[in-house]
């Protein structure tokens, strides 16, 4: 899992640079609103697949099964309805999401919604398969989303130019390829025949799980909407490059926490699972030293790295020529990079704690972390921002979300260890 992962981050940002060198600040900052757009669309989604986790983690019997294929098939038709009100809702308010995103055009708002869909019913099957603890499959399913999403986008650049109208298509078809591996590794469970679905009961178990992922996930994501509503276009294409690594280092190491998860809920041994957390928590810590000090050494080196692209003769002229245009940007925003990397530590570390707090089902304490967020949140609507700003909020907003989560996880290890 984790080599698939590694590779579909390499993808990944794969993509970005293909974005960096052949989109202008503008467009390319557009590409990066409408990604995080779907991640803000999908928030509930990795409590979704908390959820399905935690209830395939569990399955001991036949009934079970057939009670969780229930679950599968109701929570997906309910996520399709909810993703046609969504529509109609943009349907009626394009004019002002098209101005208040600075788009020209509403042909990428509508691929986009398109994109959001199967990210919707993704998480359901990935929560099976994590519960399964295939993360074989799981990382095979993530690795398709990644290489999708590269190869689109490079065949649209190499056939139609840098049209970011279609540029979403990516997204969609890497989305669409983890779908299918997922769907049919968990056919089994889609062919079982099902029950009648208790909504009341599913509903009133989901809302908890759901706490701690949808947190992490709007901690990872509100900022780049608010950048692009407040700063000028090229300057929130500029933050929103600099802030791609920090994202991506999140997103890189949270399957260390997806794979500590299911372990936690089977095992619930007080000893054994104060060790697993500590020893993720330090795992998750190193990746984000090692990767922090590597892009940190890069971002010194920016200038002469520059240099060297510029007038390297095994390069394309295309790629010199843009890299050599584009680069007092791409100083600015190595400039930047660092001081990013330092805010999003924290909440790369925090996904460790609050993940545990999930899998023990402290929900109480996942909820004080609500405050947390709630402040932040008001932080983002309401105080004028600059760039440095921005970035301190997100820092202090990811510091605070560690010291709580940390706190409250203690907390519990200390209760278990006493008991």
Request: net charge positive; hydrophobic share 55%.
């Amino acid at each position: 899992m984790v080599g698939c992962t590694t590779l579909a981050g390499v993808f990944m940002f794969g993509v970005h640079g293909l974005g960096l060198v052949f989109l202008n600040a503008a467009s390319y900052g557009l590409f990066m609103v409408l990604l995080n757009l779907v991640n803000f669309s999908t928030i509930l989604s990795p409590g979704i697949q908390t959820v399905f986790a935690y209830e395939t983690a569990g399955v001991k019997n036949l009934r079970a099964e057939k009670t969780l294929s229930a679950n599968i098939v109701g929570v997906l038709v309910v996520l399709t309805c909810l993703w046609g009100l969504g529509v109609g809702v943009v349907f009626f308010g394009e004019s002002w999401i098209l101005a208040k995103l600075k788009m020209t055009s509403s042909r990428g708002l509508w691929v986009t919604l398109l994109v959001i869909l199967p990210h919707l019913w993704l998480p359901v099957l990935m929560g099976v398969l994590q519960g399964r603890q295939l993360f074989g499959w799981l990382g095979w399913a993530v690795l398709c989303n990644g290489a999708g999403r590269f190869l689109t986008i490079f065949c649209l650049f190499a056939f139609l130019g840098a049209n970011i109208n279609w540029i979403m298509l990516g997204p969609l078809i890497g989305v669409l390829g983890a779908l299918i591996v997922s769907g049919i590794i968990c056919r089994d469970l889609l062919c079982l025949g099902s029950e009648r679905i208790a909504w009341q009961r599913w509903f009133l178990r989901a809302i908890p799980f759901a706490l701690g992922p949808g947190v992490f996930q709007f901690m990872l994501t509100a900022d780049a909407i608010v950048a692009r509503a407040n700063f000028e276009e090229i300057e929130s294409g500029h933050y929103a490059a600099a802030t791609l690594v920090g994202r991506g280092l999140v997103m890189f190491v949270g399957p260390l926490a997806g794979v500590m998860f299911p372990r936690l809920v089977k095992e619930r041994s007080g000893h054994t699972g104060s060790k697993l957390v500590r020893d993720t928590a330090l795992a998750t810590f190193g990746v984000v030293i090692c990767v922090s000090l590597f892009s940190w050494i890069a971002c010194l080196l920016a200038p002469r790295l520059l240099d060297y692209a510029s007038s390297a003769t095994w390069l394309p002229a295309a790629v010199s020529g843009a890299l050599e245009s584009k680069g007092p940007a791409l100083l600015w925003v190595a400039g930047v990079v660092p001081l990013f990397l330092i805010a999003m530590g924290p909440l790369a570390i925090a996904n460790v704690f609050v993940s545990h707090l999930v899998a023990l089902k402290e929900f109480r304490k996942i909820s004080c972390l609500i405050v947390v967020v709630l402040a932040y949140g008001i932080g983002l609507a309401t105080i004028s921002f600059s760039v440095n700003v921005l970035i301190f909020w997100v820092g202090l907003g990811n510091l605070g979300l560690l010291l709580g989560a940390l706190g409250f996880s203690y907390r519990v290890q200390k209760s278990a260890k006493n008991c």
